[in-house]
T-cell receptor, first 117, second 112 residues
Framework: GAVVSQHPSWVICKSGTSVKIECRSL??????MFWYRQFPKQSLMLMAT?????????EQGVEKDKFLINHASLTLSTLTVTSAHPEDSSFYIC?????????????FGPGTRLTVT | GDSVTQMEGPVTLSEEAFLTINCTYT??????LFWYVQYPGEGLQLLLK?????DKGSNKGFEATYRKETTSFHLEKGSVQVSDSAVYFC???????????FGKGTTLSVSS
């Protein structure tokens, strides 16, 4: 089946620094990638949707200048949390789907836990 | 706006017990409904789906029926196994068909 990986699986950074999370589709071309955020005991909240080669579409309330998303190739998307603060600590999950697939046909990565100290 | 509510966990069961995880939704119209499962250390995987009222989705012994009268999509399994221990998410597809909306997830722990 389709596999999506994320790197790193967990990261600790200091307040004010930036951190990059990678999301890769290993065996299919990901024309669309999704980035989610999950707080403890809360649902996955969609942050943004990106199509390969295009700018990401951010959900209402998500700061696009803080959460930079790049989807420059059909197998890689990155999320950069800029000037991270403790309130950015969360579990970040990416997913991807291939051409012609519906929005529900997403393949999910295992997630990245970010802790900002 | 659209939303999904599922029962709080954790749910702790013995092997071969009957499982029900409740899920209700609020949405415009009749959205497609889904159950996803997340095993430890892995990404979410689609478990089953139903696209219209009265549809029953099933997979790996799990079932859920789309009930528009009660706006529910409860997950059931007649006899759980230790390997079913995971987090289960109920979700719906938004009206535009562009995004999934998830519930908070329910942790299931099955002991032998």
């Amino acid at each position: 089946g389709a596999v999506v990986s994320q790197h790193p699986s967990w990261v600790i950074c200091k307040s004010g620094t930036s951190v990059k999370i990678e999301c890769r589709s290993l065996d299919f071309q990901a024309t669309t990638m999704f980035w989610y955020r999950q707080f403890p005991k809360q649902s996955l909240m969609l942050m943004a949707t990106s199509n390969e080669g295009s700018k990401a579409t951010y959900e209402q309330g998500v700061e696009k200048d803080k959460f930079l998303i790049n989807h420059a190739s059909l197998t890689l998307s990155t999320l950069t949390v800029t000037s991270a603060h403790p309130e950015d600590s969360s579990f970040y999950i990416c997913s991807a789907r291939g051409p012609g697939q519906g929005a529900w046909e997403q393949y999910f990565g295992p997630g990245t836990r970010l802790t900002v100290t | 706006g659209d939303s999904v509510t599922q029962m709080e966990g954790p749910v702790t069961l013995s092997e071969e017990a009957f499982l029900t995880i409740n899920c209700t939704y609020t949405a415009t119209g009749y959205p497609s409904l889904f159950w996803y499962v997340q095993y430890p250390g892995e990404g979410l995987q689609l478990l089953l789906k139903a696209t219209k009222a009265d549809d029953k989705g099933s997979n790996k012994g799990f079932e859920a029926t789309y009930r528009k009268e009660t706006t529910s999509f409860h997950l059931e399994k007649g006899s759980v196994q230790v390997s079913d221990s995971a987090v289960y998410f109920c979700a719906l597809l938004n009206q535009a068909g562009t995004a999934l909306i998830f519930g908070k997830g329910t942790t299931l722990s099955v002991s032998s």
